[in-house]
Nanobody, 116 residues
Framework: QVQVVESGGGLVQPGESLRLSCAAS????????MAWYRQAPGNRREFVAA????????SYADSVKGRFTISSIAANNTGYLEMNNLNPEDTGVYLC?????????WGEGTQVTVSS
């Protein structure tokens, strides 16, 4: 059974950085695509960033362009989201979606709080 686990969240001050990890386990298949979403209390889940494993194509939400970087997917089915110059609007639970064999698997998320 595929499991996806996010880690690396925490409490930081505005302007600081965090690196989130997403690890998919339980399958011999390679993760083909990976995406990050976030959800703040009372808000809808919103897209943050994604990578297409086969081509390396990247996409970002406008709100994070230039500040966040999604990594390529490693052979051990791990990916990262580097987040720089964080601001309070980036606060939320960050969730990773890992796609294997045309099916997306979600983790439970990691909390990111940006506050002074």
């Amino acid at each position: 059974q595929v499991q996806v686990v996010e880690s690396g969240g925490g409490l930081v001050q505005p302007g600081e950085s965090l690196r989130l990890s997403c690890a998919a386990s339980g399958s011999t298949l390679r993760v083909s695509n990976m995406a990050w979403y976030r959800q703040a209390p009372g808000n809808r889940r919103e897209f943050v960033a994604a990578i297409v494993g086969s081509t390396g194509a990247l996409s970002y939400a406008d709100s994070v362009k230039g500040r966040f970087t999604i990594s390529s997917i490693a052979a051990n089915n791990t990916g990262y989201l580097e987040m720089n110059n964080l601001n309070p609007e980036d606060t939320g639970v960050y969730l990773c979606a890992a796609e294997l064999e045309y099916r997306s698997y979600w983790g439970e998320g990691t909390q990111v709080t940006v506050s002074s």
